[in-house]
């Protein structure tokens, strides 16, 4: 069956230091996503993105973050320079079809922590 | 703005226990509400859809019925099982808003034997 795929599973880094957290969405989705959930709090949007660029973004996703497609698999979401509230779980999801309709399907996550 | 509102956690259940977790929303629009699950370990997997007023949906025995009278999206199993044990997070995605979900805070189920 296919599935969406998220590397790391658990990055941590030092404050104020880059990361990137990558995604392999399903082959043949249109859309992507990014959502973070805090420990402890709701799940979150971040951003949306399809045909290569931002759809929507949430106010969450300043100018410290962005995505890339960068070879027609890989989704990759960087943060430039974190801090520590940027510590929390960052899932990756792709759907087919980006209406309301359509199943959306998410990684397992990566764990970012912040020292 | 949209949003959706979900019973507080943890619930702690006997095996073969009726389970109701509740959910209610906000829109501005006429949205399809979802209840995704989340396995210890594991990332978010749909759990039951259901895209119109007065639609059920349904999945390893967990329902849901779409109430746009009283905006809500309850989810119940008639009998829990161990393997039940995860987190449930009810979620709404709203038209013209490209896919995008809006989710409650989850609401972690454990059953016990």
């Known amino acids: 069956e296919p599935e969406v795929t998220q590397t790391p599973s658990h990055q941590v880094t030092q404050m104020g230091q880059e990361v990137i957290l990558r995604c392999v969405p399903i082959s043949n989705h249109l859309y992507f996503y990014w959502y973070r959930q805090i420990l402890g709090q709701k799940v979150e949007f971040l951003v949306s993105?399809?045909?290569?660029?931002?759809?929507?973004k949430s106010e969450i996703f300043d100018d410290q973050f962005s995505v890339e497609r960068p070879d027609g698999s890989n989704f990759t979401l960087k943060i430039r320079s974190t801090k520590l509230e940027d510590s929390a779980m960052y899932f990756c999801?792709?759907?087919?079809?980006?209406?309301?309709?359509?199943?959306?399907?998410f990684g397992q996550g990566t764990r970012l922590t912040v020292v | 703005g949209d949003s959706v509102t979900q019973m507080e956690g943890p619930v702690t259940l006997s095996e073969e226990a009726f389970l109701t977790i509740n959910c209610t929303y906000t829109a501005t629009g006429y949205p399809s509400l979802f209840w995704y699950v989340q396995y210890p370990g594991e990332g978010l997997q749909l759990l039951l859809k259901a895209t119109k007023a007065d639609d059920k949906g349904s999945n390893k025995g967990f329902e849901a019925t779409y109430r746009k009278e009283t905006t809500s999206f309850h989810l119940e199993k008639g009998s829990v099982q161990v393997s039940d044990s995860a987190v449930y997070f009810c979620?709404?995605?709203?038209?013209?808003?490209?896919?995008?979900?809006?989710f409650g805070q989850g609401t972690e189920l454990s059953v016990k034997p």
């Open positions: 999801a792709s759907s087919l079809m980006g209406d309301r309709n359509t199943e959306a399907f």
């Open positions: 993105f399809y045909n290569n660029e931002i759809s929507e």
């Open positions: 979620a709404l995605s709203d038209y013209n808003q490209g896919g995008k979900l809006i």
